[in-house]
């Protein structure tokens, strides 16, 4: 486990406008500031010159924010450095979240000249009313020529993020979006309910609103019937939340579910490396400053510890990480990773929580039963 | 020569919450130049965190201080706290017994307040001579002339010289001190008579066991001599006398008539020593102790558990420990059903009970589960036997049962006018029965009520404060037991009947108050898997009925970027709360829904 980290995740915390319902690092940002973010990402991927060991790059994530956002050249002069550094496997996959709005033929162009091979598009809904509340700034017009412009310069993996959950939402308007899914073929489709954070104005418009029993109800009905909706298009559901076509799943997203080790870089990012979780300061002046220290003082991170994963830990994050997954933990790999078997490191919990109903062993396979994806955190909870 | 005993002062401060008394104390204690201020925590008396912020003095403390007066001489002023509440009235007895005079503070704004005139009263019951001071008086709202003819109005004391002062903004200190030596007597007692002390607080220190405090009235006491507790009849030998002083107490060779001092005397075990008896030496006691010597009357009792049953240990070392300085709390082991392994404790009263439980959760850092206080019942059997019932759950077969007694306490609630209506429809709703309504002034009356206990135990207070929007006060003292229509109330949530949540009332309550519980219940029980019945019951009929509604989901998919740490941060946070809920049958039940029923009143 103590091998370098084969992923990269890259945090661009810049949008044009905020949406209501986001929590994270984000600010709507002059494209001055823009700069000083690139350059203090290069340098912070040049800190890991002092890691002995490094391995070749098989994922690169860019996320965010908005990473369609910034300078595509930016995007270019990262991977660039990225693969002067680390180089890259034959097959690495590199992602960018983008905007319907914001990707334009130019941009395209640089991003698929620089490498990127697959983008995630914030669609998140079909409806006009909905996007509105959500503060998106697109249409499903702009989706279209986003979808066409990718395409026409060969960016071909692309994938849609959906949002579901949604105050007054109905079966219609999901099954539209689905619709528009099917029509132009998206090979990848991540669809999370909505969760109001406290702090973003969504949170603050419907707190004291709980949703009633018919409510809840309905979000579940939308959740299975975009399941099977997704199956039924052709699409594997590998995650609680992922749906592809075969050869589309996210292999970076993989990464996480499999407690397998990434870089973070850029404020606010998170990385697990060596055995250790960390993350950067969600500030752009401290994080500058952190790659500052890091440089004075030895270090390859900028980042502060967060947590040490110990043999323990890495089996609990495995069961917690892999009940994410369809396939579930594989008792046969977990066994050749730890030495032990999660039925006897976790005996009374799986035995517990099987009896509850919300997990199952299929085929050498533990994972959640189909009551367990509705209440997957007390399954995920058992094992923290 | 001037006697010894005529340069002492032994007083005490009568105020009610809030009027200044622990302020008072710390400008003198300046004033007689013991503490420079930077050394005097502020509200040097008020040692327990919660004392401080609660405004009130639970445990009795002394201090002695060195006063410079304008004759010339120099007088010890022996200060000993009084505890300010209702439920500490035997300690305010013990202290006032202790005093030759008492410096009565009221609130230039507030005036005088049914806890005030109760303890005013005793005060004058024991011969202690009354210093009035008027406080606060560079408030906006104050009206010093007309709380100055309350005084005599109502006390029926002197108050034309009575000082102004702001113990706040430090005006006029200077004429209290003077006062308390030109006002206040100086002690009574003989030298030569046989030693008597009374013991008016004890605290336990682990290197020297119980400390007695102690006014002696009698006699003389020195480091060496074998003392006799007349009421315990134990016999100790003196190892240590000293002094109070704020900071550090300082020892002494001897204590003479009119002191106030401590003994150490190697005593083990707190329960050796009642507070209220009185210390004579060994081989020439005196022939009769000080009056005063009550045993603790404990009047509210409920169960005590800890949230995580792995703590259970230490809440038996941390009562074990606070019981070393307060011999009124009770504790034995108890089981519950639903709550586990805890203790049935015993409490002075309401506030005691308050107090103890916070303590515990602060000082020693424990999550308490307690469950409803109750009151000490008498059960008169069909076969002619009687049992002390005070855990609801341990009631016998009411078919056995041939009369339920409860205890009566004699109230007096101070209120202004405008809320006698509605302070007397609370007490009518509490079963109280009216005795008679004074009015102290063109403001201000006083009811007295008799009220069954068990009424006032539970969320009495809270009431009468939002009745009042919060002018009313409260005393009371126990009176008799009386025969009531009881009936135990349980509650069941999912077809299981909850021991922890089990208690008796008056028949004609039980309908309203299970209903009122069905419903706090439902707020505070978050939705399970299931659909799960809340029910009220007694014996088997259910009285009333609610449902919390199942959930259909717990699941957030949401990933953070990679940020794991902080999707485990929050799937840690919810499984937390579960830690601090208690499993009944197959439904998580919180904390606070055991703590929710206490206060139904809202």
Known sequence: MNNAPRSVYIHVPFCRSRCTYCDFFTAVCPPETWHTWHEGLL????????????????????GGGTPSLVDAGMIASIIERLKERFGFEREIEITLEANPESVTKGKALIWQKAGINRVSLGLQSVDEQMLKLLGRPHTVETFKEAVAILRSVGILNLSADLMFGLPTETFSMADKALDLLAEFDIPHVSFYALSLEPGTPLFNQFKDKEM????????????????????????????????????????????????????????????????????????????????????????????????????????????????????????????????????????????????????????????????????????????? | MIDRESLIRNFCIIAHIDHGKSTLADRMIEHTGVLTTREMQSQVLDNMDLERERGITIKAQAVRMSYKAADGQTYTLNLIDTPGHVDFNDEVLRTLRACDGAVLVVDAAQGIEAQTLANVYLAIEEDLEILPV?????????????????IEDVIGIDAEDAPLISAKSDINIEEVLAKIVTHLPPPRGEAEAPLRALIFDSEYD??????????????????????????????????????????????????????????????????????????????????????????????????????????????????????????????EPETSAALGFGFRCGFLGLLHYEIIQERLEREYDLDLISTAPSVVYQLEMADGSKIRLDNPTNLPDPSTIERYFEPIVNTTIMTPKEFLGNIMELCHERRGVYINTEYIDDQRAQLHYKMPLNEIIYDFFDALKSRSRGY?????????????????????????????????????????????????????????????????????????????????????????GGDITRKKKLLEKQKEGKKRMRRIGTVEVPQEAFMSVLKLDE
């Open chain 1, 43 to 62: 340098r912070e991927i040049d800190l890991t010159e002092k890691l002995g060991s490094k391995e070749k790059l098989a994922t690169v994530y860019f």
């Open chain 1, 212 to 384: 009633s029993d018919e409510e809840e109800k309905l979000e579940r009905a939308i959740y299975w019937q975009i399941r099977e909706r997704l199956e039924r298009q052709g699409l594997i559901v590998y995650e609680i939340s992922n749906a592809g076509k075969p050869d589309y799943f996210s292999k970076h997203n993989l990464v996480y579910w499999r407690q397998k080790s990434y870089f973070g870089f850029g404020p606010a990012a998170a990385s697990f490396a060596f055995s250790v979780r960390r993350s950067n300061a969600a500030n752009i002046d401290q994080w500058l400053e952190d790659i500052e220290g890091a440089r004075n003082d030895g270090s390859y991170t900028p980042s502060s510890l967060e947590e040490v994963i110990d043999e323990e830990e890495a089996m609990k994050e495995t069961m917690l990480l892999g009940l994410r997954l369809t396939e579930g933990i594989d008792i046969g790999s977990f066994h050749q990773r730890f030495g032990r078997s999660p039925r006897d490191v976790f005996s009374a919990k799986i035995k517990g929580l099987e009896a509850d109903g919300l997990l199952e062993e299929v085929a050498g396979r533990i994972r959640l039963t189909k009551h367990g994806i509705d209440f997957a955190n007390l399954a995920f909870a058992a094992f923290i």
């Open chain 2, 134 to 150: 008027i406080n606060k008086i560079d408030l906006a709202a104050a009206r010093p002339e007309e709380v100055r003819r309350d």
């Open chain 2, 206 to 331: 682990t290197y020297k066991g119980v400390i007695l405090h102690v006014a002696i009235r009698d006699g003389r006491l020195e480091v060496g001599d074998e003392i006799y507790t007349m009421n315990t009849k134990k016999t100790f030998t003196v190892t240590e006398l000293g002094y109070f002083s704020p900071g550090a107490p300082f020892s002494t060779k001897s204590l003479e008539h009119g002191d106030v001092g401590y003994i150490v005397a190697a005593i083990k075990n707190v329960k050796d020593i009642g507070v209220g008896d009185t210390v004579t030496l060994n081989e020439k006691r005196a022939s009769e102790a000080l009056p005063g010597y009550k045993p603790m009357q404990r009047m509210v009792f409920c169960g005590m558990y800890p949230v995580d049953g792995g703590d259970y240990q230490d809440l038996r070392d941390a009562l074990e420990k606070m019981q070393l300085n307060d011999a009124a709390l009770s504790f």
């Open chain 2, 472 to 560: 009313a006060s409260l005393d009371y003292e126990f009176s008799d037991y009386a025969v009531a229509d009881l009936v135990k109330l349980d509650m069941m949530i999912n077809g299981e009947v909850v021991d922890a949540l089990s208690f008796i009332i008056h028949r004609d309550h039980a309908y309203a108050r299970g209903r009122r519980m069905a419903e706090k219940l439902k707020e505070h029980i978050p939705r399970q898997q299931f659909e799960v019945p809340i029910q009220a019951a007694i014996g088997g009929k259910i009285i009333a009925r609610e449902t919390v509604r199942a959930y259909r989901k717990d699941v957030i998919a949401k990933c953070y």
